[in-house]
């Protein structure tokens, strides 16, 4: 699993999650990418191997001062 952030020229930090569940959402798996305001890279990615992969769901936020300030609604892929 890979997911990426890309900044789109605002000051504030970004993120992206997306968590894997098994079949009966009784376990989970997540993964995660951020990239913070200093960091002059425009986009991030980070990747893994879930466990759980029944249904997968996803949502971006933006962050500020170290608060979450914005978030997107979830969003389920399967």
Known sequence: MQVC??????????????????SDYSQQGEIASVLLPENPVKQGCSQTYLLFTSHLK?????????????????????
């Open 5 to 22: 952030a890309k900044k789109t020229g605002s000051d504030s930090a970004i993120g992206v999650e997306a968590i894997a569940y098994n």
């Open 58 to 78: 996803v949502y971006s936020f933006i962050g500020q001062g170290g608060t979450i300030i914005k978030k997107s609604s979830m969003k389920s892929i399967f």
